[in-house]
């Protein structure tokens, strides 16, 4: 009867070592997710047209400089 006992401890330990790898090995995908989509130094430009300060990647370029790519000041031009 012990024998089953300590199959059960095993059969435990064994899970929960597969829970600890499967949490570590999602941590690390997510942090390297993370670092991928978020660049260290994003260049930040002037909206020529209402001032505001917003990324490169976020921003239009047009004529006189760059202006906001989505919102208000967008719409005509
Ligand atoms: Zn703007």
């Known amino acids: 009867m012990k024998i089953i006992a300590w199959l059960i ?9 597969r829970m600890i790898n499967l949490r570590n090995a999602r ?3 997510n942090a390297a ?3 991928a989509a978020k660049p260290a130094a994003e260049p930040m ?3 020529v047209r209402c001032g ?3 990324p490169r990647t976020e ?3 047009i004529s006189s400089g760059y202006a906001c790519a989505v ?3 967008n719409a005509n031009g």
């Open 9 to 17: 401890l095993i059969f435990l330990v064994l899970f929960a070592l």
């Open 27 to 29: 941590a690390r995908r």
């Open 33 to 35: 997710r993370d670092a």
């Open 45 to 47: 430009v002037r909206c």
């Open 52 to 54: 505001v300060y917003l």
């Open 59 to 61: 921003a239009r370029e």
């Open 71 to 73: 919102g208000g000041c």
